[in-house]
């Protein structure tokens, strides 16, 4: 089992930057799909970002060209950098692992493809 802690969030205005990251540990195979999932309140959790073992990156459209995901490997953290925020990117942003396999080609895979995930941190960006 993955063990996830998130850290990072925190209140900004709209067009600030915010850097998530989350210290992991337990990735005992070579083969791993990493990612970030955000949920705003009274909606579903949803992937923004997921960060393979080889390297291969995927976002979805809404945080394309504002969001970048990264590992430092050395030290067991993912990132997220988070630049130009916008209300709507309000939530509290949990990262996740799946161990075993890359990622699936080109997409974010849904929620039910990760079993293990951090305990989350609160992003609120205001107007």
């Known amino acids: 089992q993955v063990q996830l802690l998130e850290s990072g969030g925190g209140s900004v205005q709209a067009g600030g930057s915010l850097r998530l990251s989350c210290a992991v540990s337990?990735?005992?195979?070579?083969?791993?799909?990493l990612g970030w999932f955000r949920q705003a309140p009274g909606k579903e959790r949803e992937g923004v970002a997921v960060?393979?073992?080889?390297?291969?990156?995927t976002y979805i459209d809404s945080v394309k060209d504002r969001f970048t995901i990264s590992q430092d490997k050395a030290n067991n953290i993912l990132y997220l950098q988070m630049n130009n925020l916008e209300p709507e990117d309000s939530a509290m942003f949990y990262c996740?692992?799946?161990?075993?396999?890359?990622?699936?080609?080109?997409?974010?895979?849904?929620?039910?493809?990760?079993?293990?995930w951090g305990q989350g941190t609160q992003v609120i960006v205001s107007s």
């Open positions: 996740t692992a799946h161990l075993g396999e890359t990622c699936p080609w080109n997409r974010v895979p849904s929620k039910s493809y990760f079993p293990d």
């Open positions: 337990g990735l005992t195979s070579s083969a791993y799909c």
């Open positions: 960060l393979d073992s080889k390297g291969w990156e």
